[in-house]
């Protein structure tokens, strides 16, 4: 009798948890759509109650406000982006052409996410700091990635790299520092351009800018 109760009770907690995922993941989705099409500042927390049809004290059952339910909003939409970078980051590639990859495949994920939401694109540029909140988690598995990257270029003796962490974290925010100028389309603006613009990202990265006379 225990066993069968118990089995009874697993399948009831799991389906409770599925139910609680898939509210929280339909009120989520509801308020990106929300956000893409009216825009953060526009939109409130009635708009995205009436509109998942789940009412206000299911939507704050899970967020406790606005800006609780935008960093979700955020969140799920950079976790589609770790698994593209997952997937880059597991392909049989030498590190050197895996990191190149991996850092375009990502900008052109952020712009595409970022054209994808509407409205919510104002708020990226203005609101950067929210964007920033919401994306910690995110920013540290990222540069998880790289980190893995630059070892695997290390041991088959791609890459000399005197200190994988700090490297990993400079390459991390310097791709933070081109979301914005790539998004807004200011790096090449032709197939050609964007061919010249890979050719010297991949020297600038791979070779530097001074000649090689002395090493530090």
Not at 20 to 49: C, E, P
Not at 68 to 81: G, P, T, Y
Not at 173 to 179: M, P, R, S
Request: charged content about 25%; hydrophobic content about 45%; some cysteine.
């Amino acid at each position: 009798f225990l066993s069968i109760f118990a089995h009874k009770f697993n399948r009831s907690v799991q389906f409770m948890s599925i139910t609680v995922s898939k509210t929280r993941d339909t009120l989520v989705d509801v308020a990106r759509q929300l956000f893409a099409r009216m825009g953060y500042h526009h939109t409130t927390m009635n708009d995205i109650a009436q509109a998942s049809q789940k009412g206000r004290r299911t939507l704050y059952t899970y967020f406790k406000n606005k800006d609780d339910i935008f960093s979700a909003v955020v969140e799920a939409e950079l976790n589609k982006l770790l698994e593209m970078l997952l997937e880059v980051a597991a392909k049989q590639l030498p590190a050197d052409e895996k990191l190149i990859s991996f850092i375009y495949m990502r900008l052109d994920a952020v712009k595409t996410i970022v054209f994808r939401n509407g409205t919510l694109r104002a708020t990226f540029f203005r609101d950067i700091w929210r964007v920033e909140k919401a994306r910690k988690k995110f920013d540290q598995r990222e540069t998880e990635i790289i980190c893995n990257i630059l070892e695997e270029g290390v041991k088959t003796g791609i890459f000399h790299v005197p200190d994988i962490r700090v490297t990993a974290l400079i390459i991390h925010h310097a791709l933070k520092g081109l979301e914005v100028p790539y998004i807004r389309g200011h790096l090449s603006d032709s197939e050609r351009d964007r061919i010249i613009e890979r050719q010297n990202m991949m020297n600038l990265i791979f070779n530097g800018i001074k000649i090689k006379n002395n090493v530090y």
